[in-house]
């Protein structure tokens, strides 16, 4: 769990703002000055603004009251000493603030301005210091009016630790929001530099370290994290030089009717270049001859009611499914997932399966609860609400949200968007980050699933297996790029398996 150990999940924490204040006070308590962090911060943030922003001679510092103003008079102090031409602009005047703030407003010498007199127009460069992560009501008044002016400018906008106006938990816009190119946060970043609209509010995002020790975050055993390899790495389960296909687990996936077969063949093609050992498509009778036209290394099987799929079953080898895909809405999904569950498999269910139970979810909850294999949810918003109605008119935030789900329903479940959240009933929960835009395209969602079940396939434990594929997934679209469509992601996976398995060694 040391600093130095890239393959830690504490490497992808993203400690919430009780738990920043928290660490704050612990990392004080063990002997390290308010002070002290400070002065770090705000020389970060002055060495973040000089190497991004070279050529802003003239730069805009806008400070708070609190903290965060605290690191802008000192980055301002930097940034004056380093040559360029800084003006404070002050939400409050020096005899208001308090503590670790004012001290380092009584340090800084140079000129400072009300913040109502801001013309970031004449600057090549603003700090935002206003507020901080732990804002919890809407800016107005003169800082909601300044933020207007920096946000029309066009001038680069340098933000400390969040852009004003962002929830460092939900990552919402409290009313007006700073639209920064770059952030500048300490020690770990916080789920709203990822969540929507957080994330996009941040622009790239920059952390610092300022002397918190990993030992102290580990103490406080977070459950948040970014959905990046140091989460999930460890428990992949990859090939090995012994082993065989077998090893590697079987995968199938359950098709629809013969005008209705692509989504399955996305799933199972994914499946297989995510690293399943076998796959197979159960495919209806009607459905068989158009299947076998496109399958090659993905195999073949007629499943045309419950008892074919009991005698599939039958086959303990066979150990992952996928059911939802094109299969069709009604009363034989409900009853194939819950073959499915009832036979201990670990099951994806996507698209058509979530909607089947979207009347009786707690149906779905119970068989589950009552099953012994991982069972991974990988709803849409649409589906989300159709599943969970009361959760998504609440104002928790999508992390809240994904996490309720996962405990409820019993599963992992992958409340996908931008900002997909991967959450496990023990309250554990991911934020991913990868990805493109050209993500939201037909059949990306049944190829999320394929990649989802592969790692099931191979053993690997819900929660990290399903963070694994949406990562996974992510990475394959950015490998591809503009253009992307469904069909294009299983080709990019093995570039991206390359770059997991260099990381494991």
């Given amino acids: 769990m040391s600093r130095s150990d890239p393959a830690s999940p504490l490497q992808a924490a993203l400690p919430t703002c009780a738990e920043t204040r928290r660490l704050d006070a612990l990392t004080m308590q063990a002997g390290l000055a308010g002070g002290i962090l400070m002065e770090r911060a705000g020389a970060f943030v002055a060495a973040t603004a000089l190497r991004l922003f070279p050529t802003a001679s003239r730069v805009a510092i806008l ?205 199972a093609g994914a499946a297989l270049r995510a690293g399943a050992g076998l796959v197979t498509v159960l495919s209806p009778a009607s459905a068989v001859l158009v299947n076998a036209a496109h399958l090659t290394a993905v195999m073949l099987r007629r499943c045309d009611d419950e008892a074919e799929l009991d005698a599939v079953l039958a086959d303990e080898r066979l150990n992952a499914f996928v059911l939802g895909p094109g299969f069709g809405v009604g009363e034989r999904a409900r009853h194939y997932a819950g073959r499915l569950l009832a036979a201990d498999r670990h099951v994806v269910l996507d698209a058509d399966a979530l909607t089947s139970f979207a009347d009786i979810p707690d149906d779905l909850f119970s068989m589950i ?10 709803p849409h918003a649409g589906e989300f609400k159709r599943l969970f ?34 959450a496990a009933p023990d309250g554990r929960a991911a934020i991913n980050a990868t990805g493109t835009p050209w993500l939201a395209t037909a059949g990306s ?10 790692q099931l396939a191979q053993g690997t434990p819900g929660f990290e297996a399903a963070c694994a594929g949406v990562w996974m997934h992510g990475k394959a679209a950015e490998a591809f790029g503009p253009g992307l469509i469904a069909e294009d992601l299983a080709p990019m996976l093995p570039k991206v398996l390359a770059e997991l398995t260099a990381d494991r060694g």
């Fill in 369 to 378: 609860r009552g099953s012994k294999g991982s069972a991974v949810l990988t």
């Fill in 63 to 267: 400070a708070g009251a609190g903290n965060n103003g605290g690191d802008a008079y000192v980055a301002a102090r930097y940034l004056a000493a380093a040559g360029r031409d800084v003006v404070v602009f002050e939400l409050a005047e020096a005899s208001r603030l308090s503590g670790d703030a004012a001290a380092a407003s009584a340090g800084y010498a140079g000129p400072r301005l009300p913040l109502t007199q801001v013309r970031p127009e004449d600057f090549g460069l603003v700090v935002d210091g206003l507020f901080g992560a732990g804002l919890s009501r809407p800016i107005d008044g003169v800082a909601a009016e300044a933020i207007r002016r920096v946000n029309a400018a066009g001038t680069p906008i340098l933000a400390i630790d969040l852009p004003s106006g962002i929830d460092g938990d939900t990552g919402a816009a409290l009313g007006i929001a700073i639209e920064a190119q770059a952030t500048a946060t300490f020690f770990r970043r916080k789920p709203g530099h990822l969540l929507m609209p957080g994330r996009a509010h941040c622009g790239q995002v920059f952390v610092g370290d300022i002397g918190i020790a990993d030992a102290t975050l580990a103490s406080l055993d977070p459950a948040t994290f970014a959905n990046e390899p140091a989460l999930f790495l460890a428990a992949l389960r990859l090939p090995t030089l012994a082993g065989h296909k077998y090893d590697r687990g079987h995968a199938v996936v359950l098709s629809g009717s013969a005008s209705k077969t692509g989504a399955a063949r996305l799933s």
């Fill in 445 to 454: 969602g049944d190829v999320l699933s394929g990649i989802v079940c592969a």
């Fill in 389 to 422: 109605p009361d959760l998504a008119e609440t104002s928790d935030g999508k992390l809240s949200r994904a996490r309720e789900a996962a405990a409820r329903s019993g599963a992992v479940v992958i409340l996908k968007g931008a900002d997909t959240v991967i």
